[in-house]
């Protein structure tokens, strides 16, 4: 009976492509037309369970051995597969099963503390030699971000940490808090090259333990610190919020928590960043093979699931970047090295635990290129002008290349370069005062020079009281910004980053003002105009 049924849904459902299929007992079927992909079922018990659950049958077929595949072409049996699926000409027990699980959907994502870090070890405890055998050197276990068609997997992974630092707008000295940091490659690399203090939480005892050993290898303790922390456990307040590939393990139940803890720890004029992947299809559930064998009680959600906590939460939407075919580049280039580290993985997993992983790699590619899975990049604050209002500044403040991961050198003192324009002068004592100076250059385009001879100005509030204007797009030409605490000067254009010898900093020079409050020197700022 079972096997009758596999056969009507089979002949029902392949449209598109063919399919060879040998049964236990040696006959042999055909569907479709073309180039067949030739499937053998060893298992008897198989097609009961093929019918019953299709997407959980089909994976525990494959890694038990109980089906098999001529050349072991995975891709060519799961593209028909989701050709089929997504035609939508189901019969009425599928079709009753897929709404069974969108019913208990919410039981599948109920993910409290002692559940999350269950389903945690589940997937992240994996030995980091394992890890090591397929991903870069910094671990980066989440979207790589393929600027050039040309890059290799580790350009890529390093050009998505200076994408997402970029979006970060950091200023050396500020705080950042890391949602998720798995093996700690990000955070180090956030305060190596922008001079922030990090804290890292994660709730993986094999990632802490790895992250706080980089740390203490790079020597930065003193600016780096990981914590084996929920997310509902965050205290204080961070100027900057990160969070990569951590929401898929929340659960939508959770939504309106964890944007209400992002919220509540997110400084008035800080920026954060939540890097998820999502669909661009209508919500839906995560594949039964999925949540019993890879990621138990993770989802990626429609925008749809995510906007109401969001929007509840009191923050505000700055920026969303939609990512498509950067993921699935970056998991055929992790099925590369794990066929290439085959004899090195083996050395550390059984064949099952392989044909699980090989899997679970190419289904998850081709639920990018096949199906209508994307990356979602949400840029939130308080203050939605936080966030520059275009998006000009991703290319120029790009970090250089090849930083290295150690404290920046304090540059020498420079000579102010003189300028010829002619300066428009408001000379100005008070805080107010010096505030409508920056913003006149900044927004006018027209020269200002602001002086003070009150070093001892209150720093933090006031700069973070101006910041957001300091940070938005000018309309005046770049010009070449130099610093010297010697001379207590500064001369500087907008759209241009330089750095303050006073505190080693490095900001843009519109944001001059800045360095000279928070620093506690007088400021002199030239613009030129276009």
Excluded at 81 to 86: G, K, L, T
Excluded at 293 to 298: A, E, K, L, S
Aim: charged residues 20%; positive net charge; glycine residues 8%.
């Amino acid at each position: 009976m079972w096997t009758r049924a596999l056969l009507a849904l089979l002949g029902r459902a392949i449209r598109s492509g063919a399919l060879d299929l040998t049964l236990p007992d040696g006959s042999l079927h055909r569907f479709g037309a073309g180039d067949p992909v030739q499937v053998t079922l060893h298992d008897p018990g198989l097609p009961r369970r093929l019918i019953l659950n299709p997407q959980l049958a089909l994976g525990e077929g494959y890694v038990e051995g109980g089906l098999t595949i001529a050349g072991d072409d995975l891709h060519g049996l799961l593209r028909l597969i989701i050709a089929a699926s997504e035609a939508g000409d189901l019969p009425l027990a599928q079709r009753l099963a897929a709404r069974g699980r969108r019913a208990i959907k919410g039981l599948r994502q109920f993910n409290p503390l002692a559940i999350s870090r269950r389903n945690v070890a589940h997937h992240y405890d994996l030995s980091e030699a394992f890890y090591r055998t397929f991903l870069d050197p910094d671990l980066q276990y989440t979207c790589a971000y393929f600027r050039d068609p040309a890059d290799d997997l580790d350009t890529a992974q390093q050009a998505k940490m200076d994408h997402v630092a970029t979006k970060l707008c950091l200023r050396p000295g500020l705080t950042v808090l890391e949602i998720g940091c798995g093996w700690g490659g990000f955070a180090l690399q956030l305060a190596a090259r922008h001079g922030v203090r990090v804290t890292g939480i994660t709730l993986s005892e094999v990632q802490l333990a790895s992250a706080r050993a980089q740390a203490q290898a790079v020597g930065l303790t003193d600016r780096v610190q990981f914590l084996l922390q929920d997310y509902r456990a965050i205290t204080g307040v961070y100027d900057r919020i990160v969070s990569i590939g951590m929401m898929e393990h929340v659960g939508v139940p959770h939504y309106p928590r964890y944007f209400r803890t992002i919220a509540r720890s997110l400084a008035a004029d800080g920026i954060a960043l939540v890097h998820v992947i999502g669909r661009t299809s209508p919500p839906g559930v995560l594949s039964p093979w999925f949540h019993k064998y890879i990621f138990p009680g993770g989802y990626a959600p429609a925008l749809s699931e995510v906007l109401p906590a969001v929007e509840a939460s009191g923050l505000r939407m700055a920026d969303v970047e939609v990512w498509r075919g950067h993921y699935a580049r970056t998991l055929q280039a992790w099925q590369a090295r794990f066929a290439t580290n085959l004899p090195q993985v083996r050395a550390l997993q059984d064949d099952r635990f392989v044909r699980m992983w090989r899997y679970y790699l190419i289904s998850a590619e081709l639920s990018f290129t096949d199906m209508h899975q994307v990356v979602f990049q949400m840029q939130l604050a308080h203050n939605p002008l936080t966030v520059p209002t275009t998006r000009d500044y991703l290319s120029r403040w790009r970090p250089p290349p090849n930083a290295p991961r150690t404290p920046p050198e304090r540059p020498p003192a420079h000579t102010p370069r003189a300028s010829a324009a002619t300066p428009v002068r408001a000379i100005s004592t008070s805080p107010k005062g010096r505030i409508r100076s920056a913003k006149a250059s900044i927004f006018s385009g027209v020269p200002v020079i602001s002086n003070t001879n009150d070093p001892s100005v209150e720093s933090t509030t006031l700069a973070r009281k101006i910041s957001a204007s300091c940070s938005a797009s000018t309309r005046a030409a770049p010009v070449p910004a130099t610093f010297s605490s010697a001379s207590s000067r500064c001369t500087a254009g907008p759209s241009v980053v330089r750095s303050c010898t006073s505190c080693t900093g490095t900001m843009r020079a519109s944001c001059a003002l800045i360095c000279s409050i928070t620093c506690g020197v007088p400021v002199v700022t030239t613009v030129m105009r276009d």
